[in-house]
């Protein structure tokens, strides 16, 4: 593949699993988003990872940006996002990748924005 394929489907190849509790008054608590690098020969220096917050509707409740250092191939890292009292769902994508053999060391935007 080329690596403009791959920045362009990047959530496809750093996947994001979200895990977190729902809170007995509403929002949730202990929210981990796992970034797992599918690719077999790209590290990743650093990724950038939206999370978006969401009431059941739809509507956004709040917005964070993460960073993520050093995943390399196989390898997964955990994001820990602060608790809520509003939102029911928690969305995720990469959005800006640092690599060597795709960006050649250089950021870049990646995915669909």
Same mark, same amino acid.
């Given at each position: 593949m080329e690596p403009g394929d791959i920045l362009a489907g990047i959530d496809e190849y750093l996947i994001s699993k979200v895990e977190f509790k729902t809170a007995p008054a509403g929002g949730f608590t202990n929210c981990l988003v796992t970034i797992t690098n599918t690719l077999p020969d790209v590290t990743f #220096? %650093?990724?950038?990872?939206?999370?978006?917050? #969401? %009431?059941?509707?739809?509507?956004?409740v709040k917005r964070a940006y993460f960073t993520v250092l050093s995943i390399e191939p196989g390898m997964s890292k955990v994001i820990r996002v602060p608790n809520s009292t509003q939102g029911t769902q928690v969305m995720t994508q990469v959005v800006k990748v640092k690599s060597n053999e795709l960006t050649k060391g250089e950021w870049e935007l990646a995915g669909n924005h």
């Open positions: #220096q %650093k990724a950038i990872v939206e999370v978006v917050i #969401q %009431k059941q509707d739809g509507a956004e």
